[in-house]
């Protein structure tokens, strides 16, 4: 049986070799961008080599990805997920939720955040993203009311 380190070593290896090579940049330039070689880069790459995390990181930037997002999303979600989503407005806002949300959950909760179950996760996530979807709507329901008001108060009607 893999040991789930392991797993996770050939995991960031994958992500780095799909990012390096969707980055449209050659190998020679993604090392020198991130500060090292060009032998270490391709054994990284092929999962020969333990990568520490801030050369992860520097990788991921010199390919042209948000390196601190794409390697959350990769260990939240998987590298499908960060591949594509990095960088994006959503993106940021989720790792900004990320960062903020288990802090705000247990000052909420208090004394009660014993009382958290794993299988409340994926109901509490949905209710999360359809009251998002909701707030968003309304947002843009009032920002086209106020232009609208704000185009007739100009045109005179």
Excluded at 28 to 42: M, N, P, Q, V
Excluded at 60 to 85: I, K, Y
Aim: with cysteine.
């Amino acid at each position: 049986m893999d040991h789930p380190c392991h797993d996770l070593h050939l995991r960031i290896a994958r992500l780095l070799e799909r990012a390096v090579s969707d980055s449209g940049k050659s190998q020679s330039e993604i090392a020198r961008l991130a500060g090292i070689k060009r032998d270490t880069l391709h054994r990284s790459m092929s999962g020969r080599r333990l990568v520490p995390l801030v050369e992860v990181v520097r990788i991921l930037d010199a390919a042209g990805l948000s390196g601190v997002q794409t390697l959350l999303f990769m260990l939240l979600t998987g590298e499908d997920f960060a591949l594509t989503r990095s960088g994006t407005a959503a993106a940021e806002f989720l790792c900004e939720l990320f960062r903020r949300a288990p802090t705000e959950i247990l000052e909420q909760l208090g004394e009660n955040a014993e009382e958290l179950r794993p299988r409340w996760a994926h109901g509490t996530a949905k209710l999360l993203a359809r009251t998002l979807a909701q707030h968003i709507a309304d947002l843009n329901r009032r920002g086209d009311a106020i232009g609208e008001r704000y185009a007739n108060s100009l045109s005179g009607t």
